[in-house]
């Protein structure tokens, strides 16, 4: 397989053809049964390559994926129709005792960087997410998606905060230096400084204090069922919850999926 990194293309220099690809979360329920978790599991224990740990104690296990892509092939076009065309699949498993903080998963400029920066034929399309399990189980937590889309290198997002985040992204701790949003018809979204909208999500969303999400918009909150998995621009800002009843630890699968630069939009 090819390195992942000669075929992303320069960000940059192709955002007017990235934004026409855009499109709202897609979730399938009950897609995956004990049997494919079970197998999944197993998989992130024994078959990955690559294993690393963060400062908050998230264990992120990646390597291999073309063997999960080939092996759930129907049940992944089902989520996203397309994705097994992907030329390479990114992504991690992880194992978190710790929710994630708002982000996009494109790609980091640095790794792109390191490879020799070279403007390949490939974007970050869309990334199908698999909850595997929270424990306790009857946990209930979510995952809220923003109409946001940054058109940029993966980042996270921590505006007026100087806290320490445990990420290998760079953190923008300014909202008002981003001029990439877009909504998911692709139309700028200028950044204004003004409270969630709509508001009543910061209940969901109290581990960060409110400013966090200012001025941004929800689109859609998705419950972390195992079993089920979604599939969301990897431009899309994203950010998960503690849950009431919290949950103490959760598992899942991230699959980044790639799209040729000129092939029909989406
Ligand atoms: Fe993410």
Partial sequence: MSNLMDLICDIDKHREYIRNTFAAPHIEYNLFDKDDIEWLEDYCYESTQNRRRNDNGT??????????VTKFQRKLELVLPGCTNSPDIDGNFFITPHQYGLHNDSIPRWRWEQNGAKDGHYYPWRNILIPLWQSPEHASSQIVFFKQRD????????????EHVATTYPVCRDYSEISTFYNKHGEHMPWQDRPLEPEEFLLYLRESPPQRYSGLDVEVMIDWTPGS???????????????????HQKSGLLLCFFKMLGSQYG
């Fill in 59 to 68: 264990l992120f296990f990646s390597g291999g994926f073309d063997t999960i």
């Fill in 229 to 247: 998995a979604f599939a969301f621009d990897s431009w899309q800002l994203h950010a998960t919850n503690r849950g009431d009843p919290p949950w």
């Fill in 151 to 162: 058109l940029d290198w993966a980042k996270v997002y921590k505006h007026n905060s100087d």
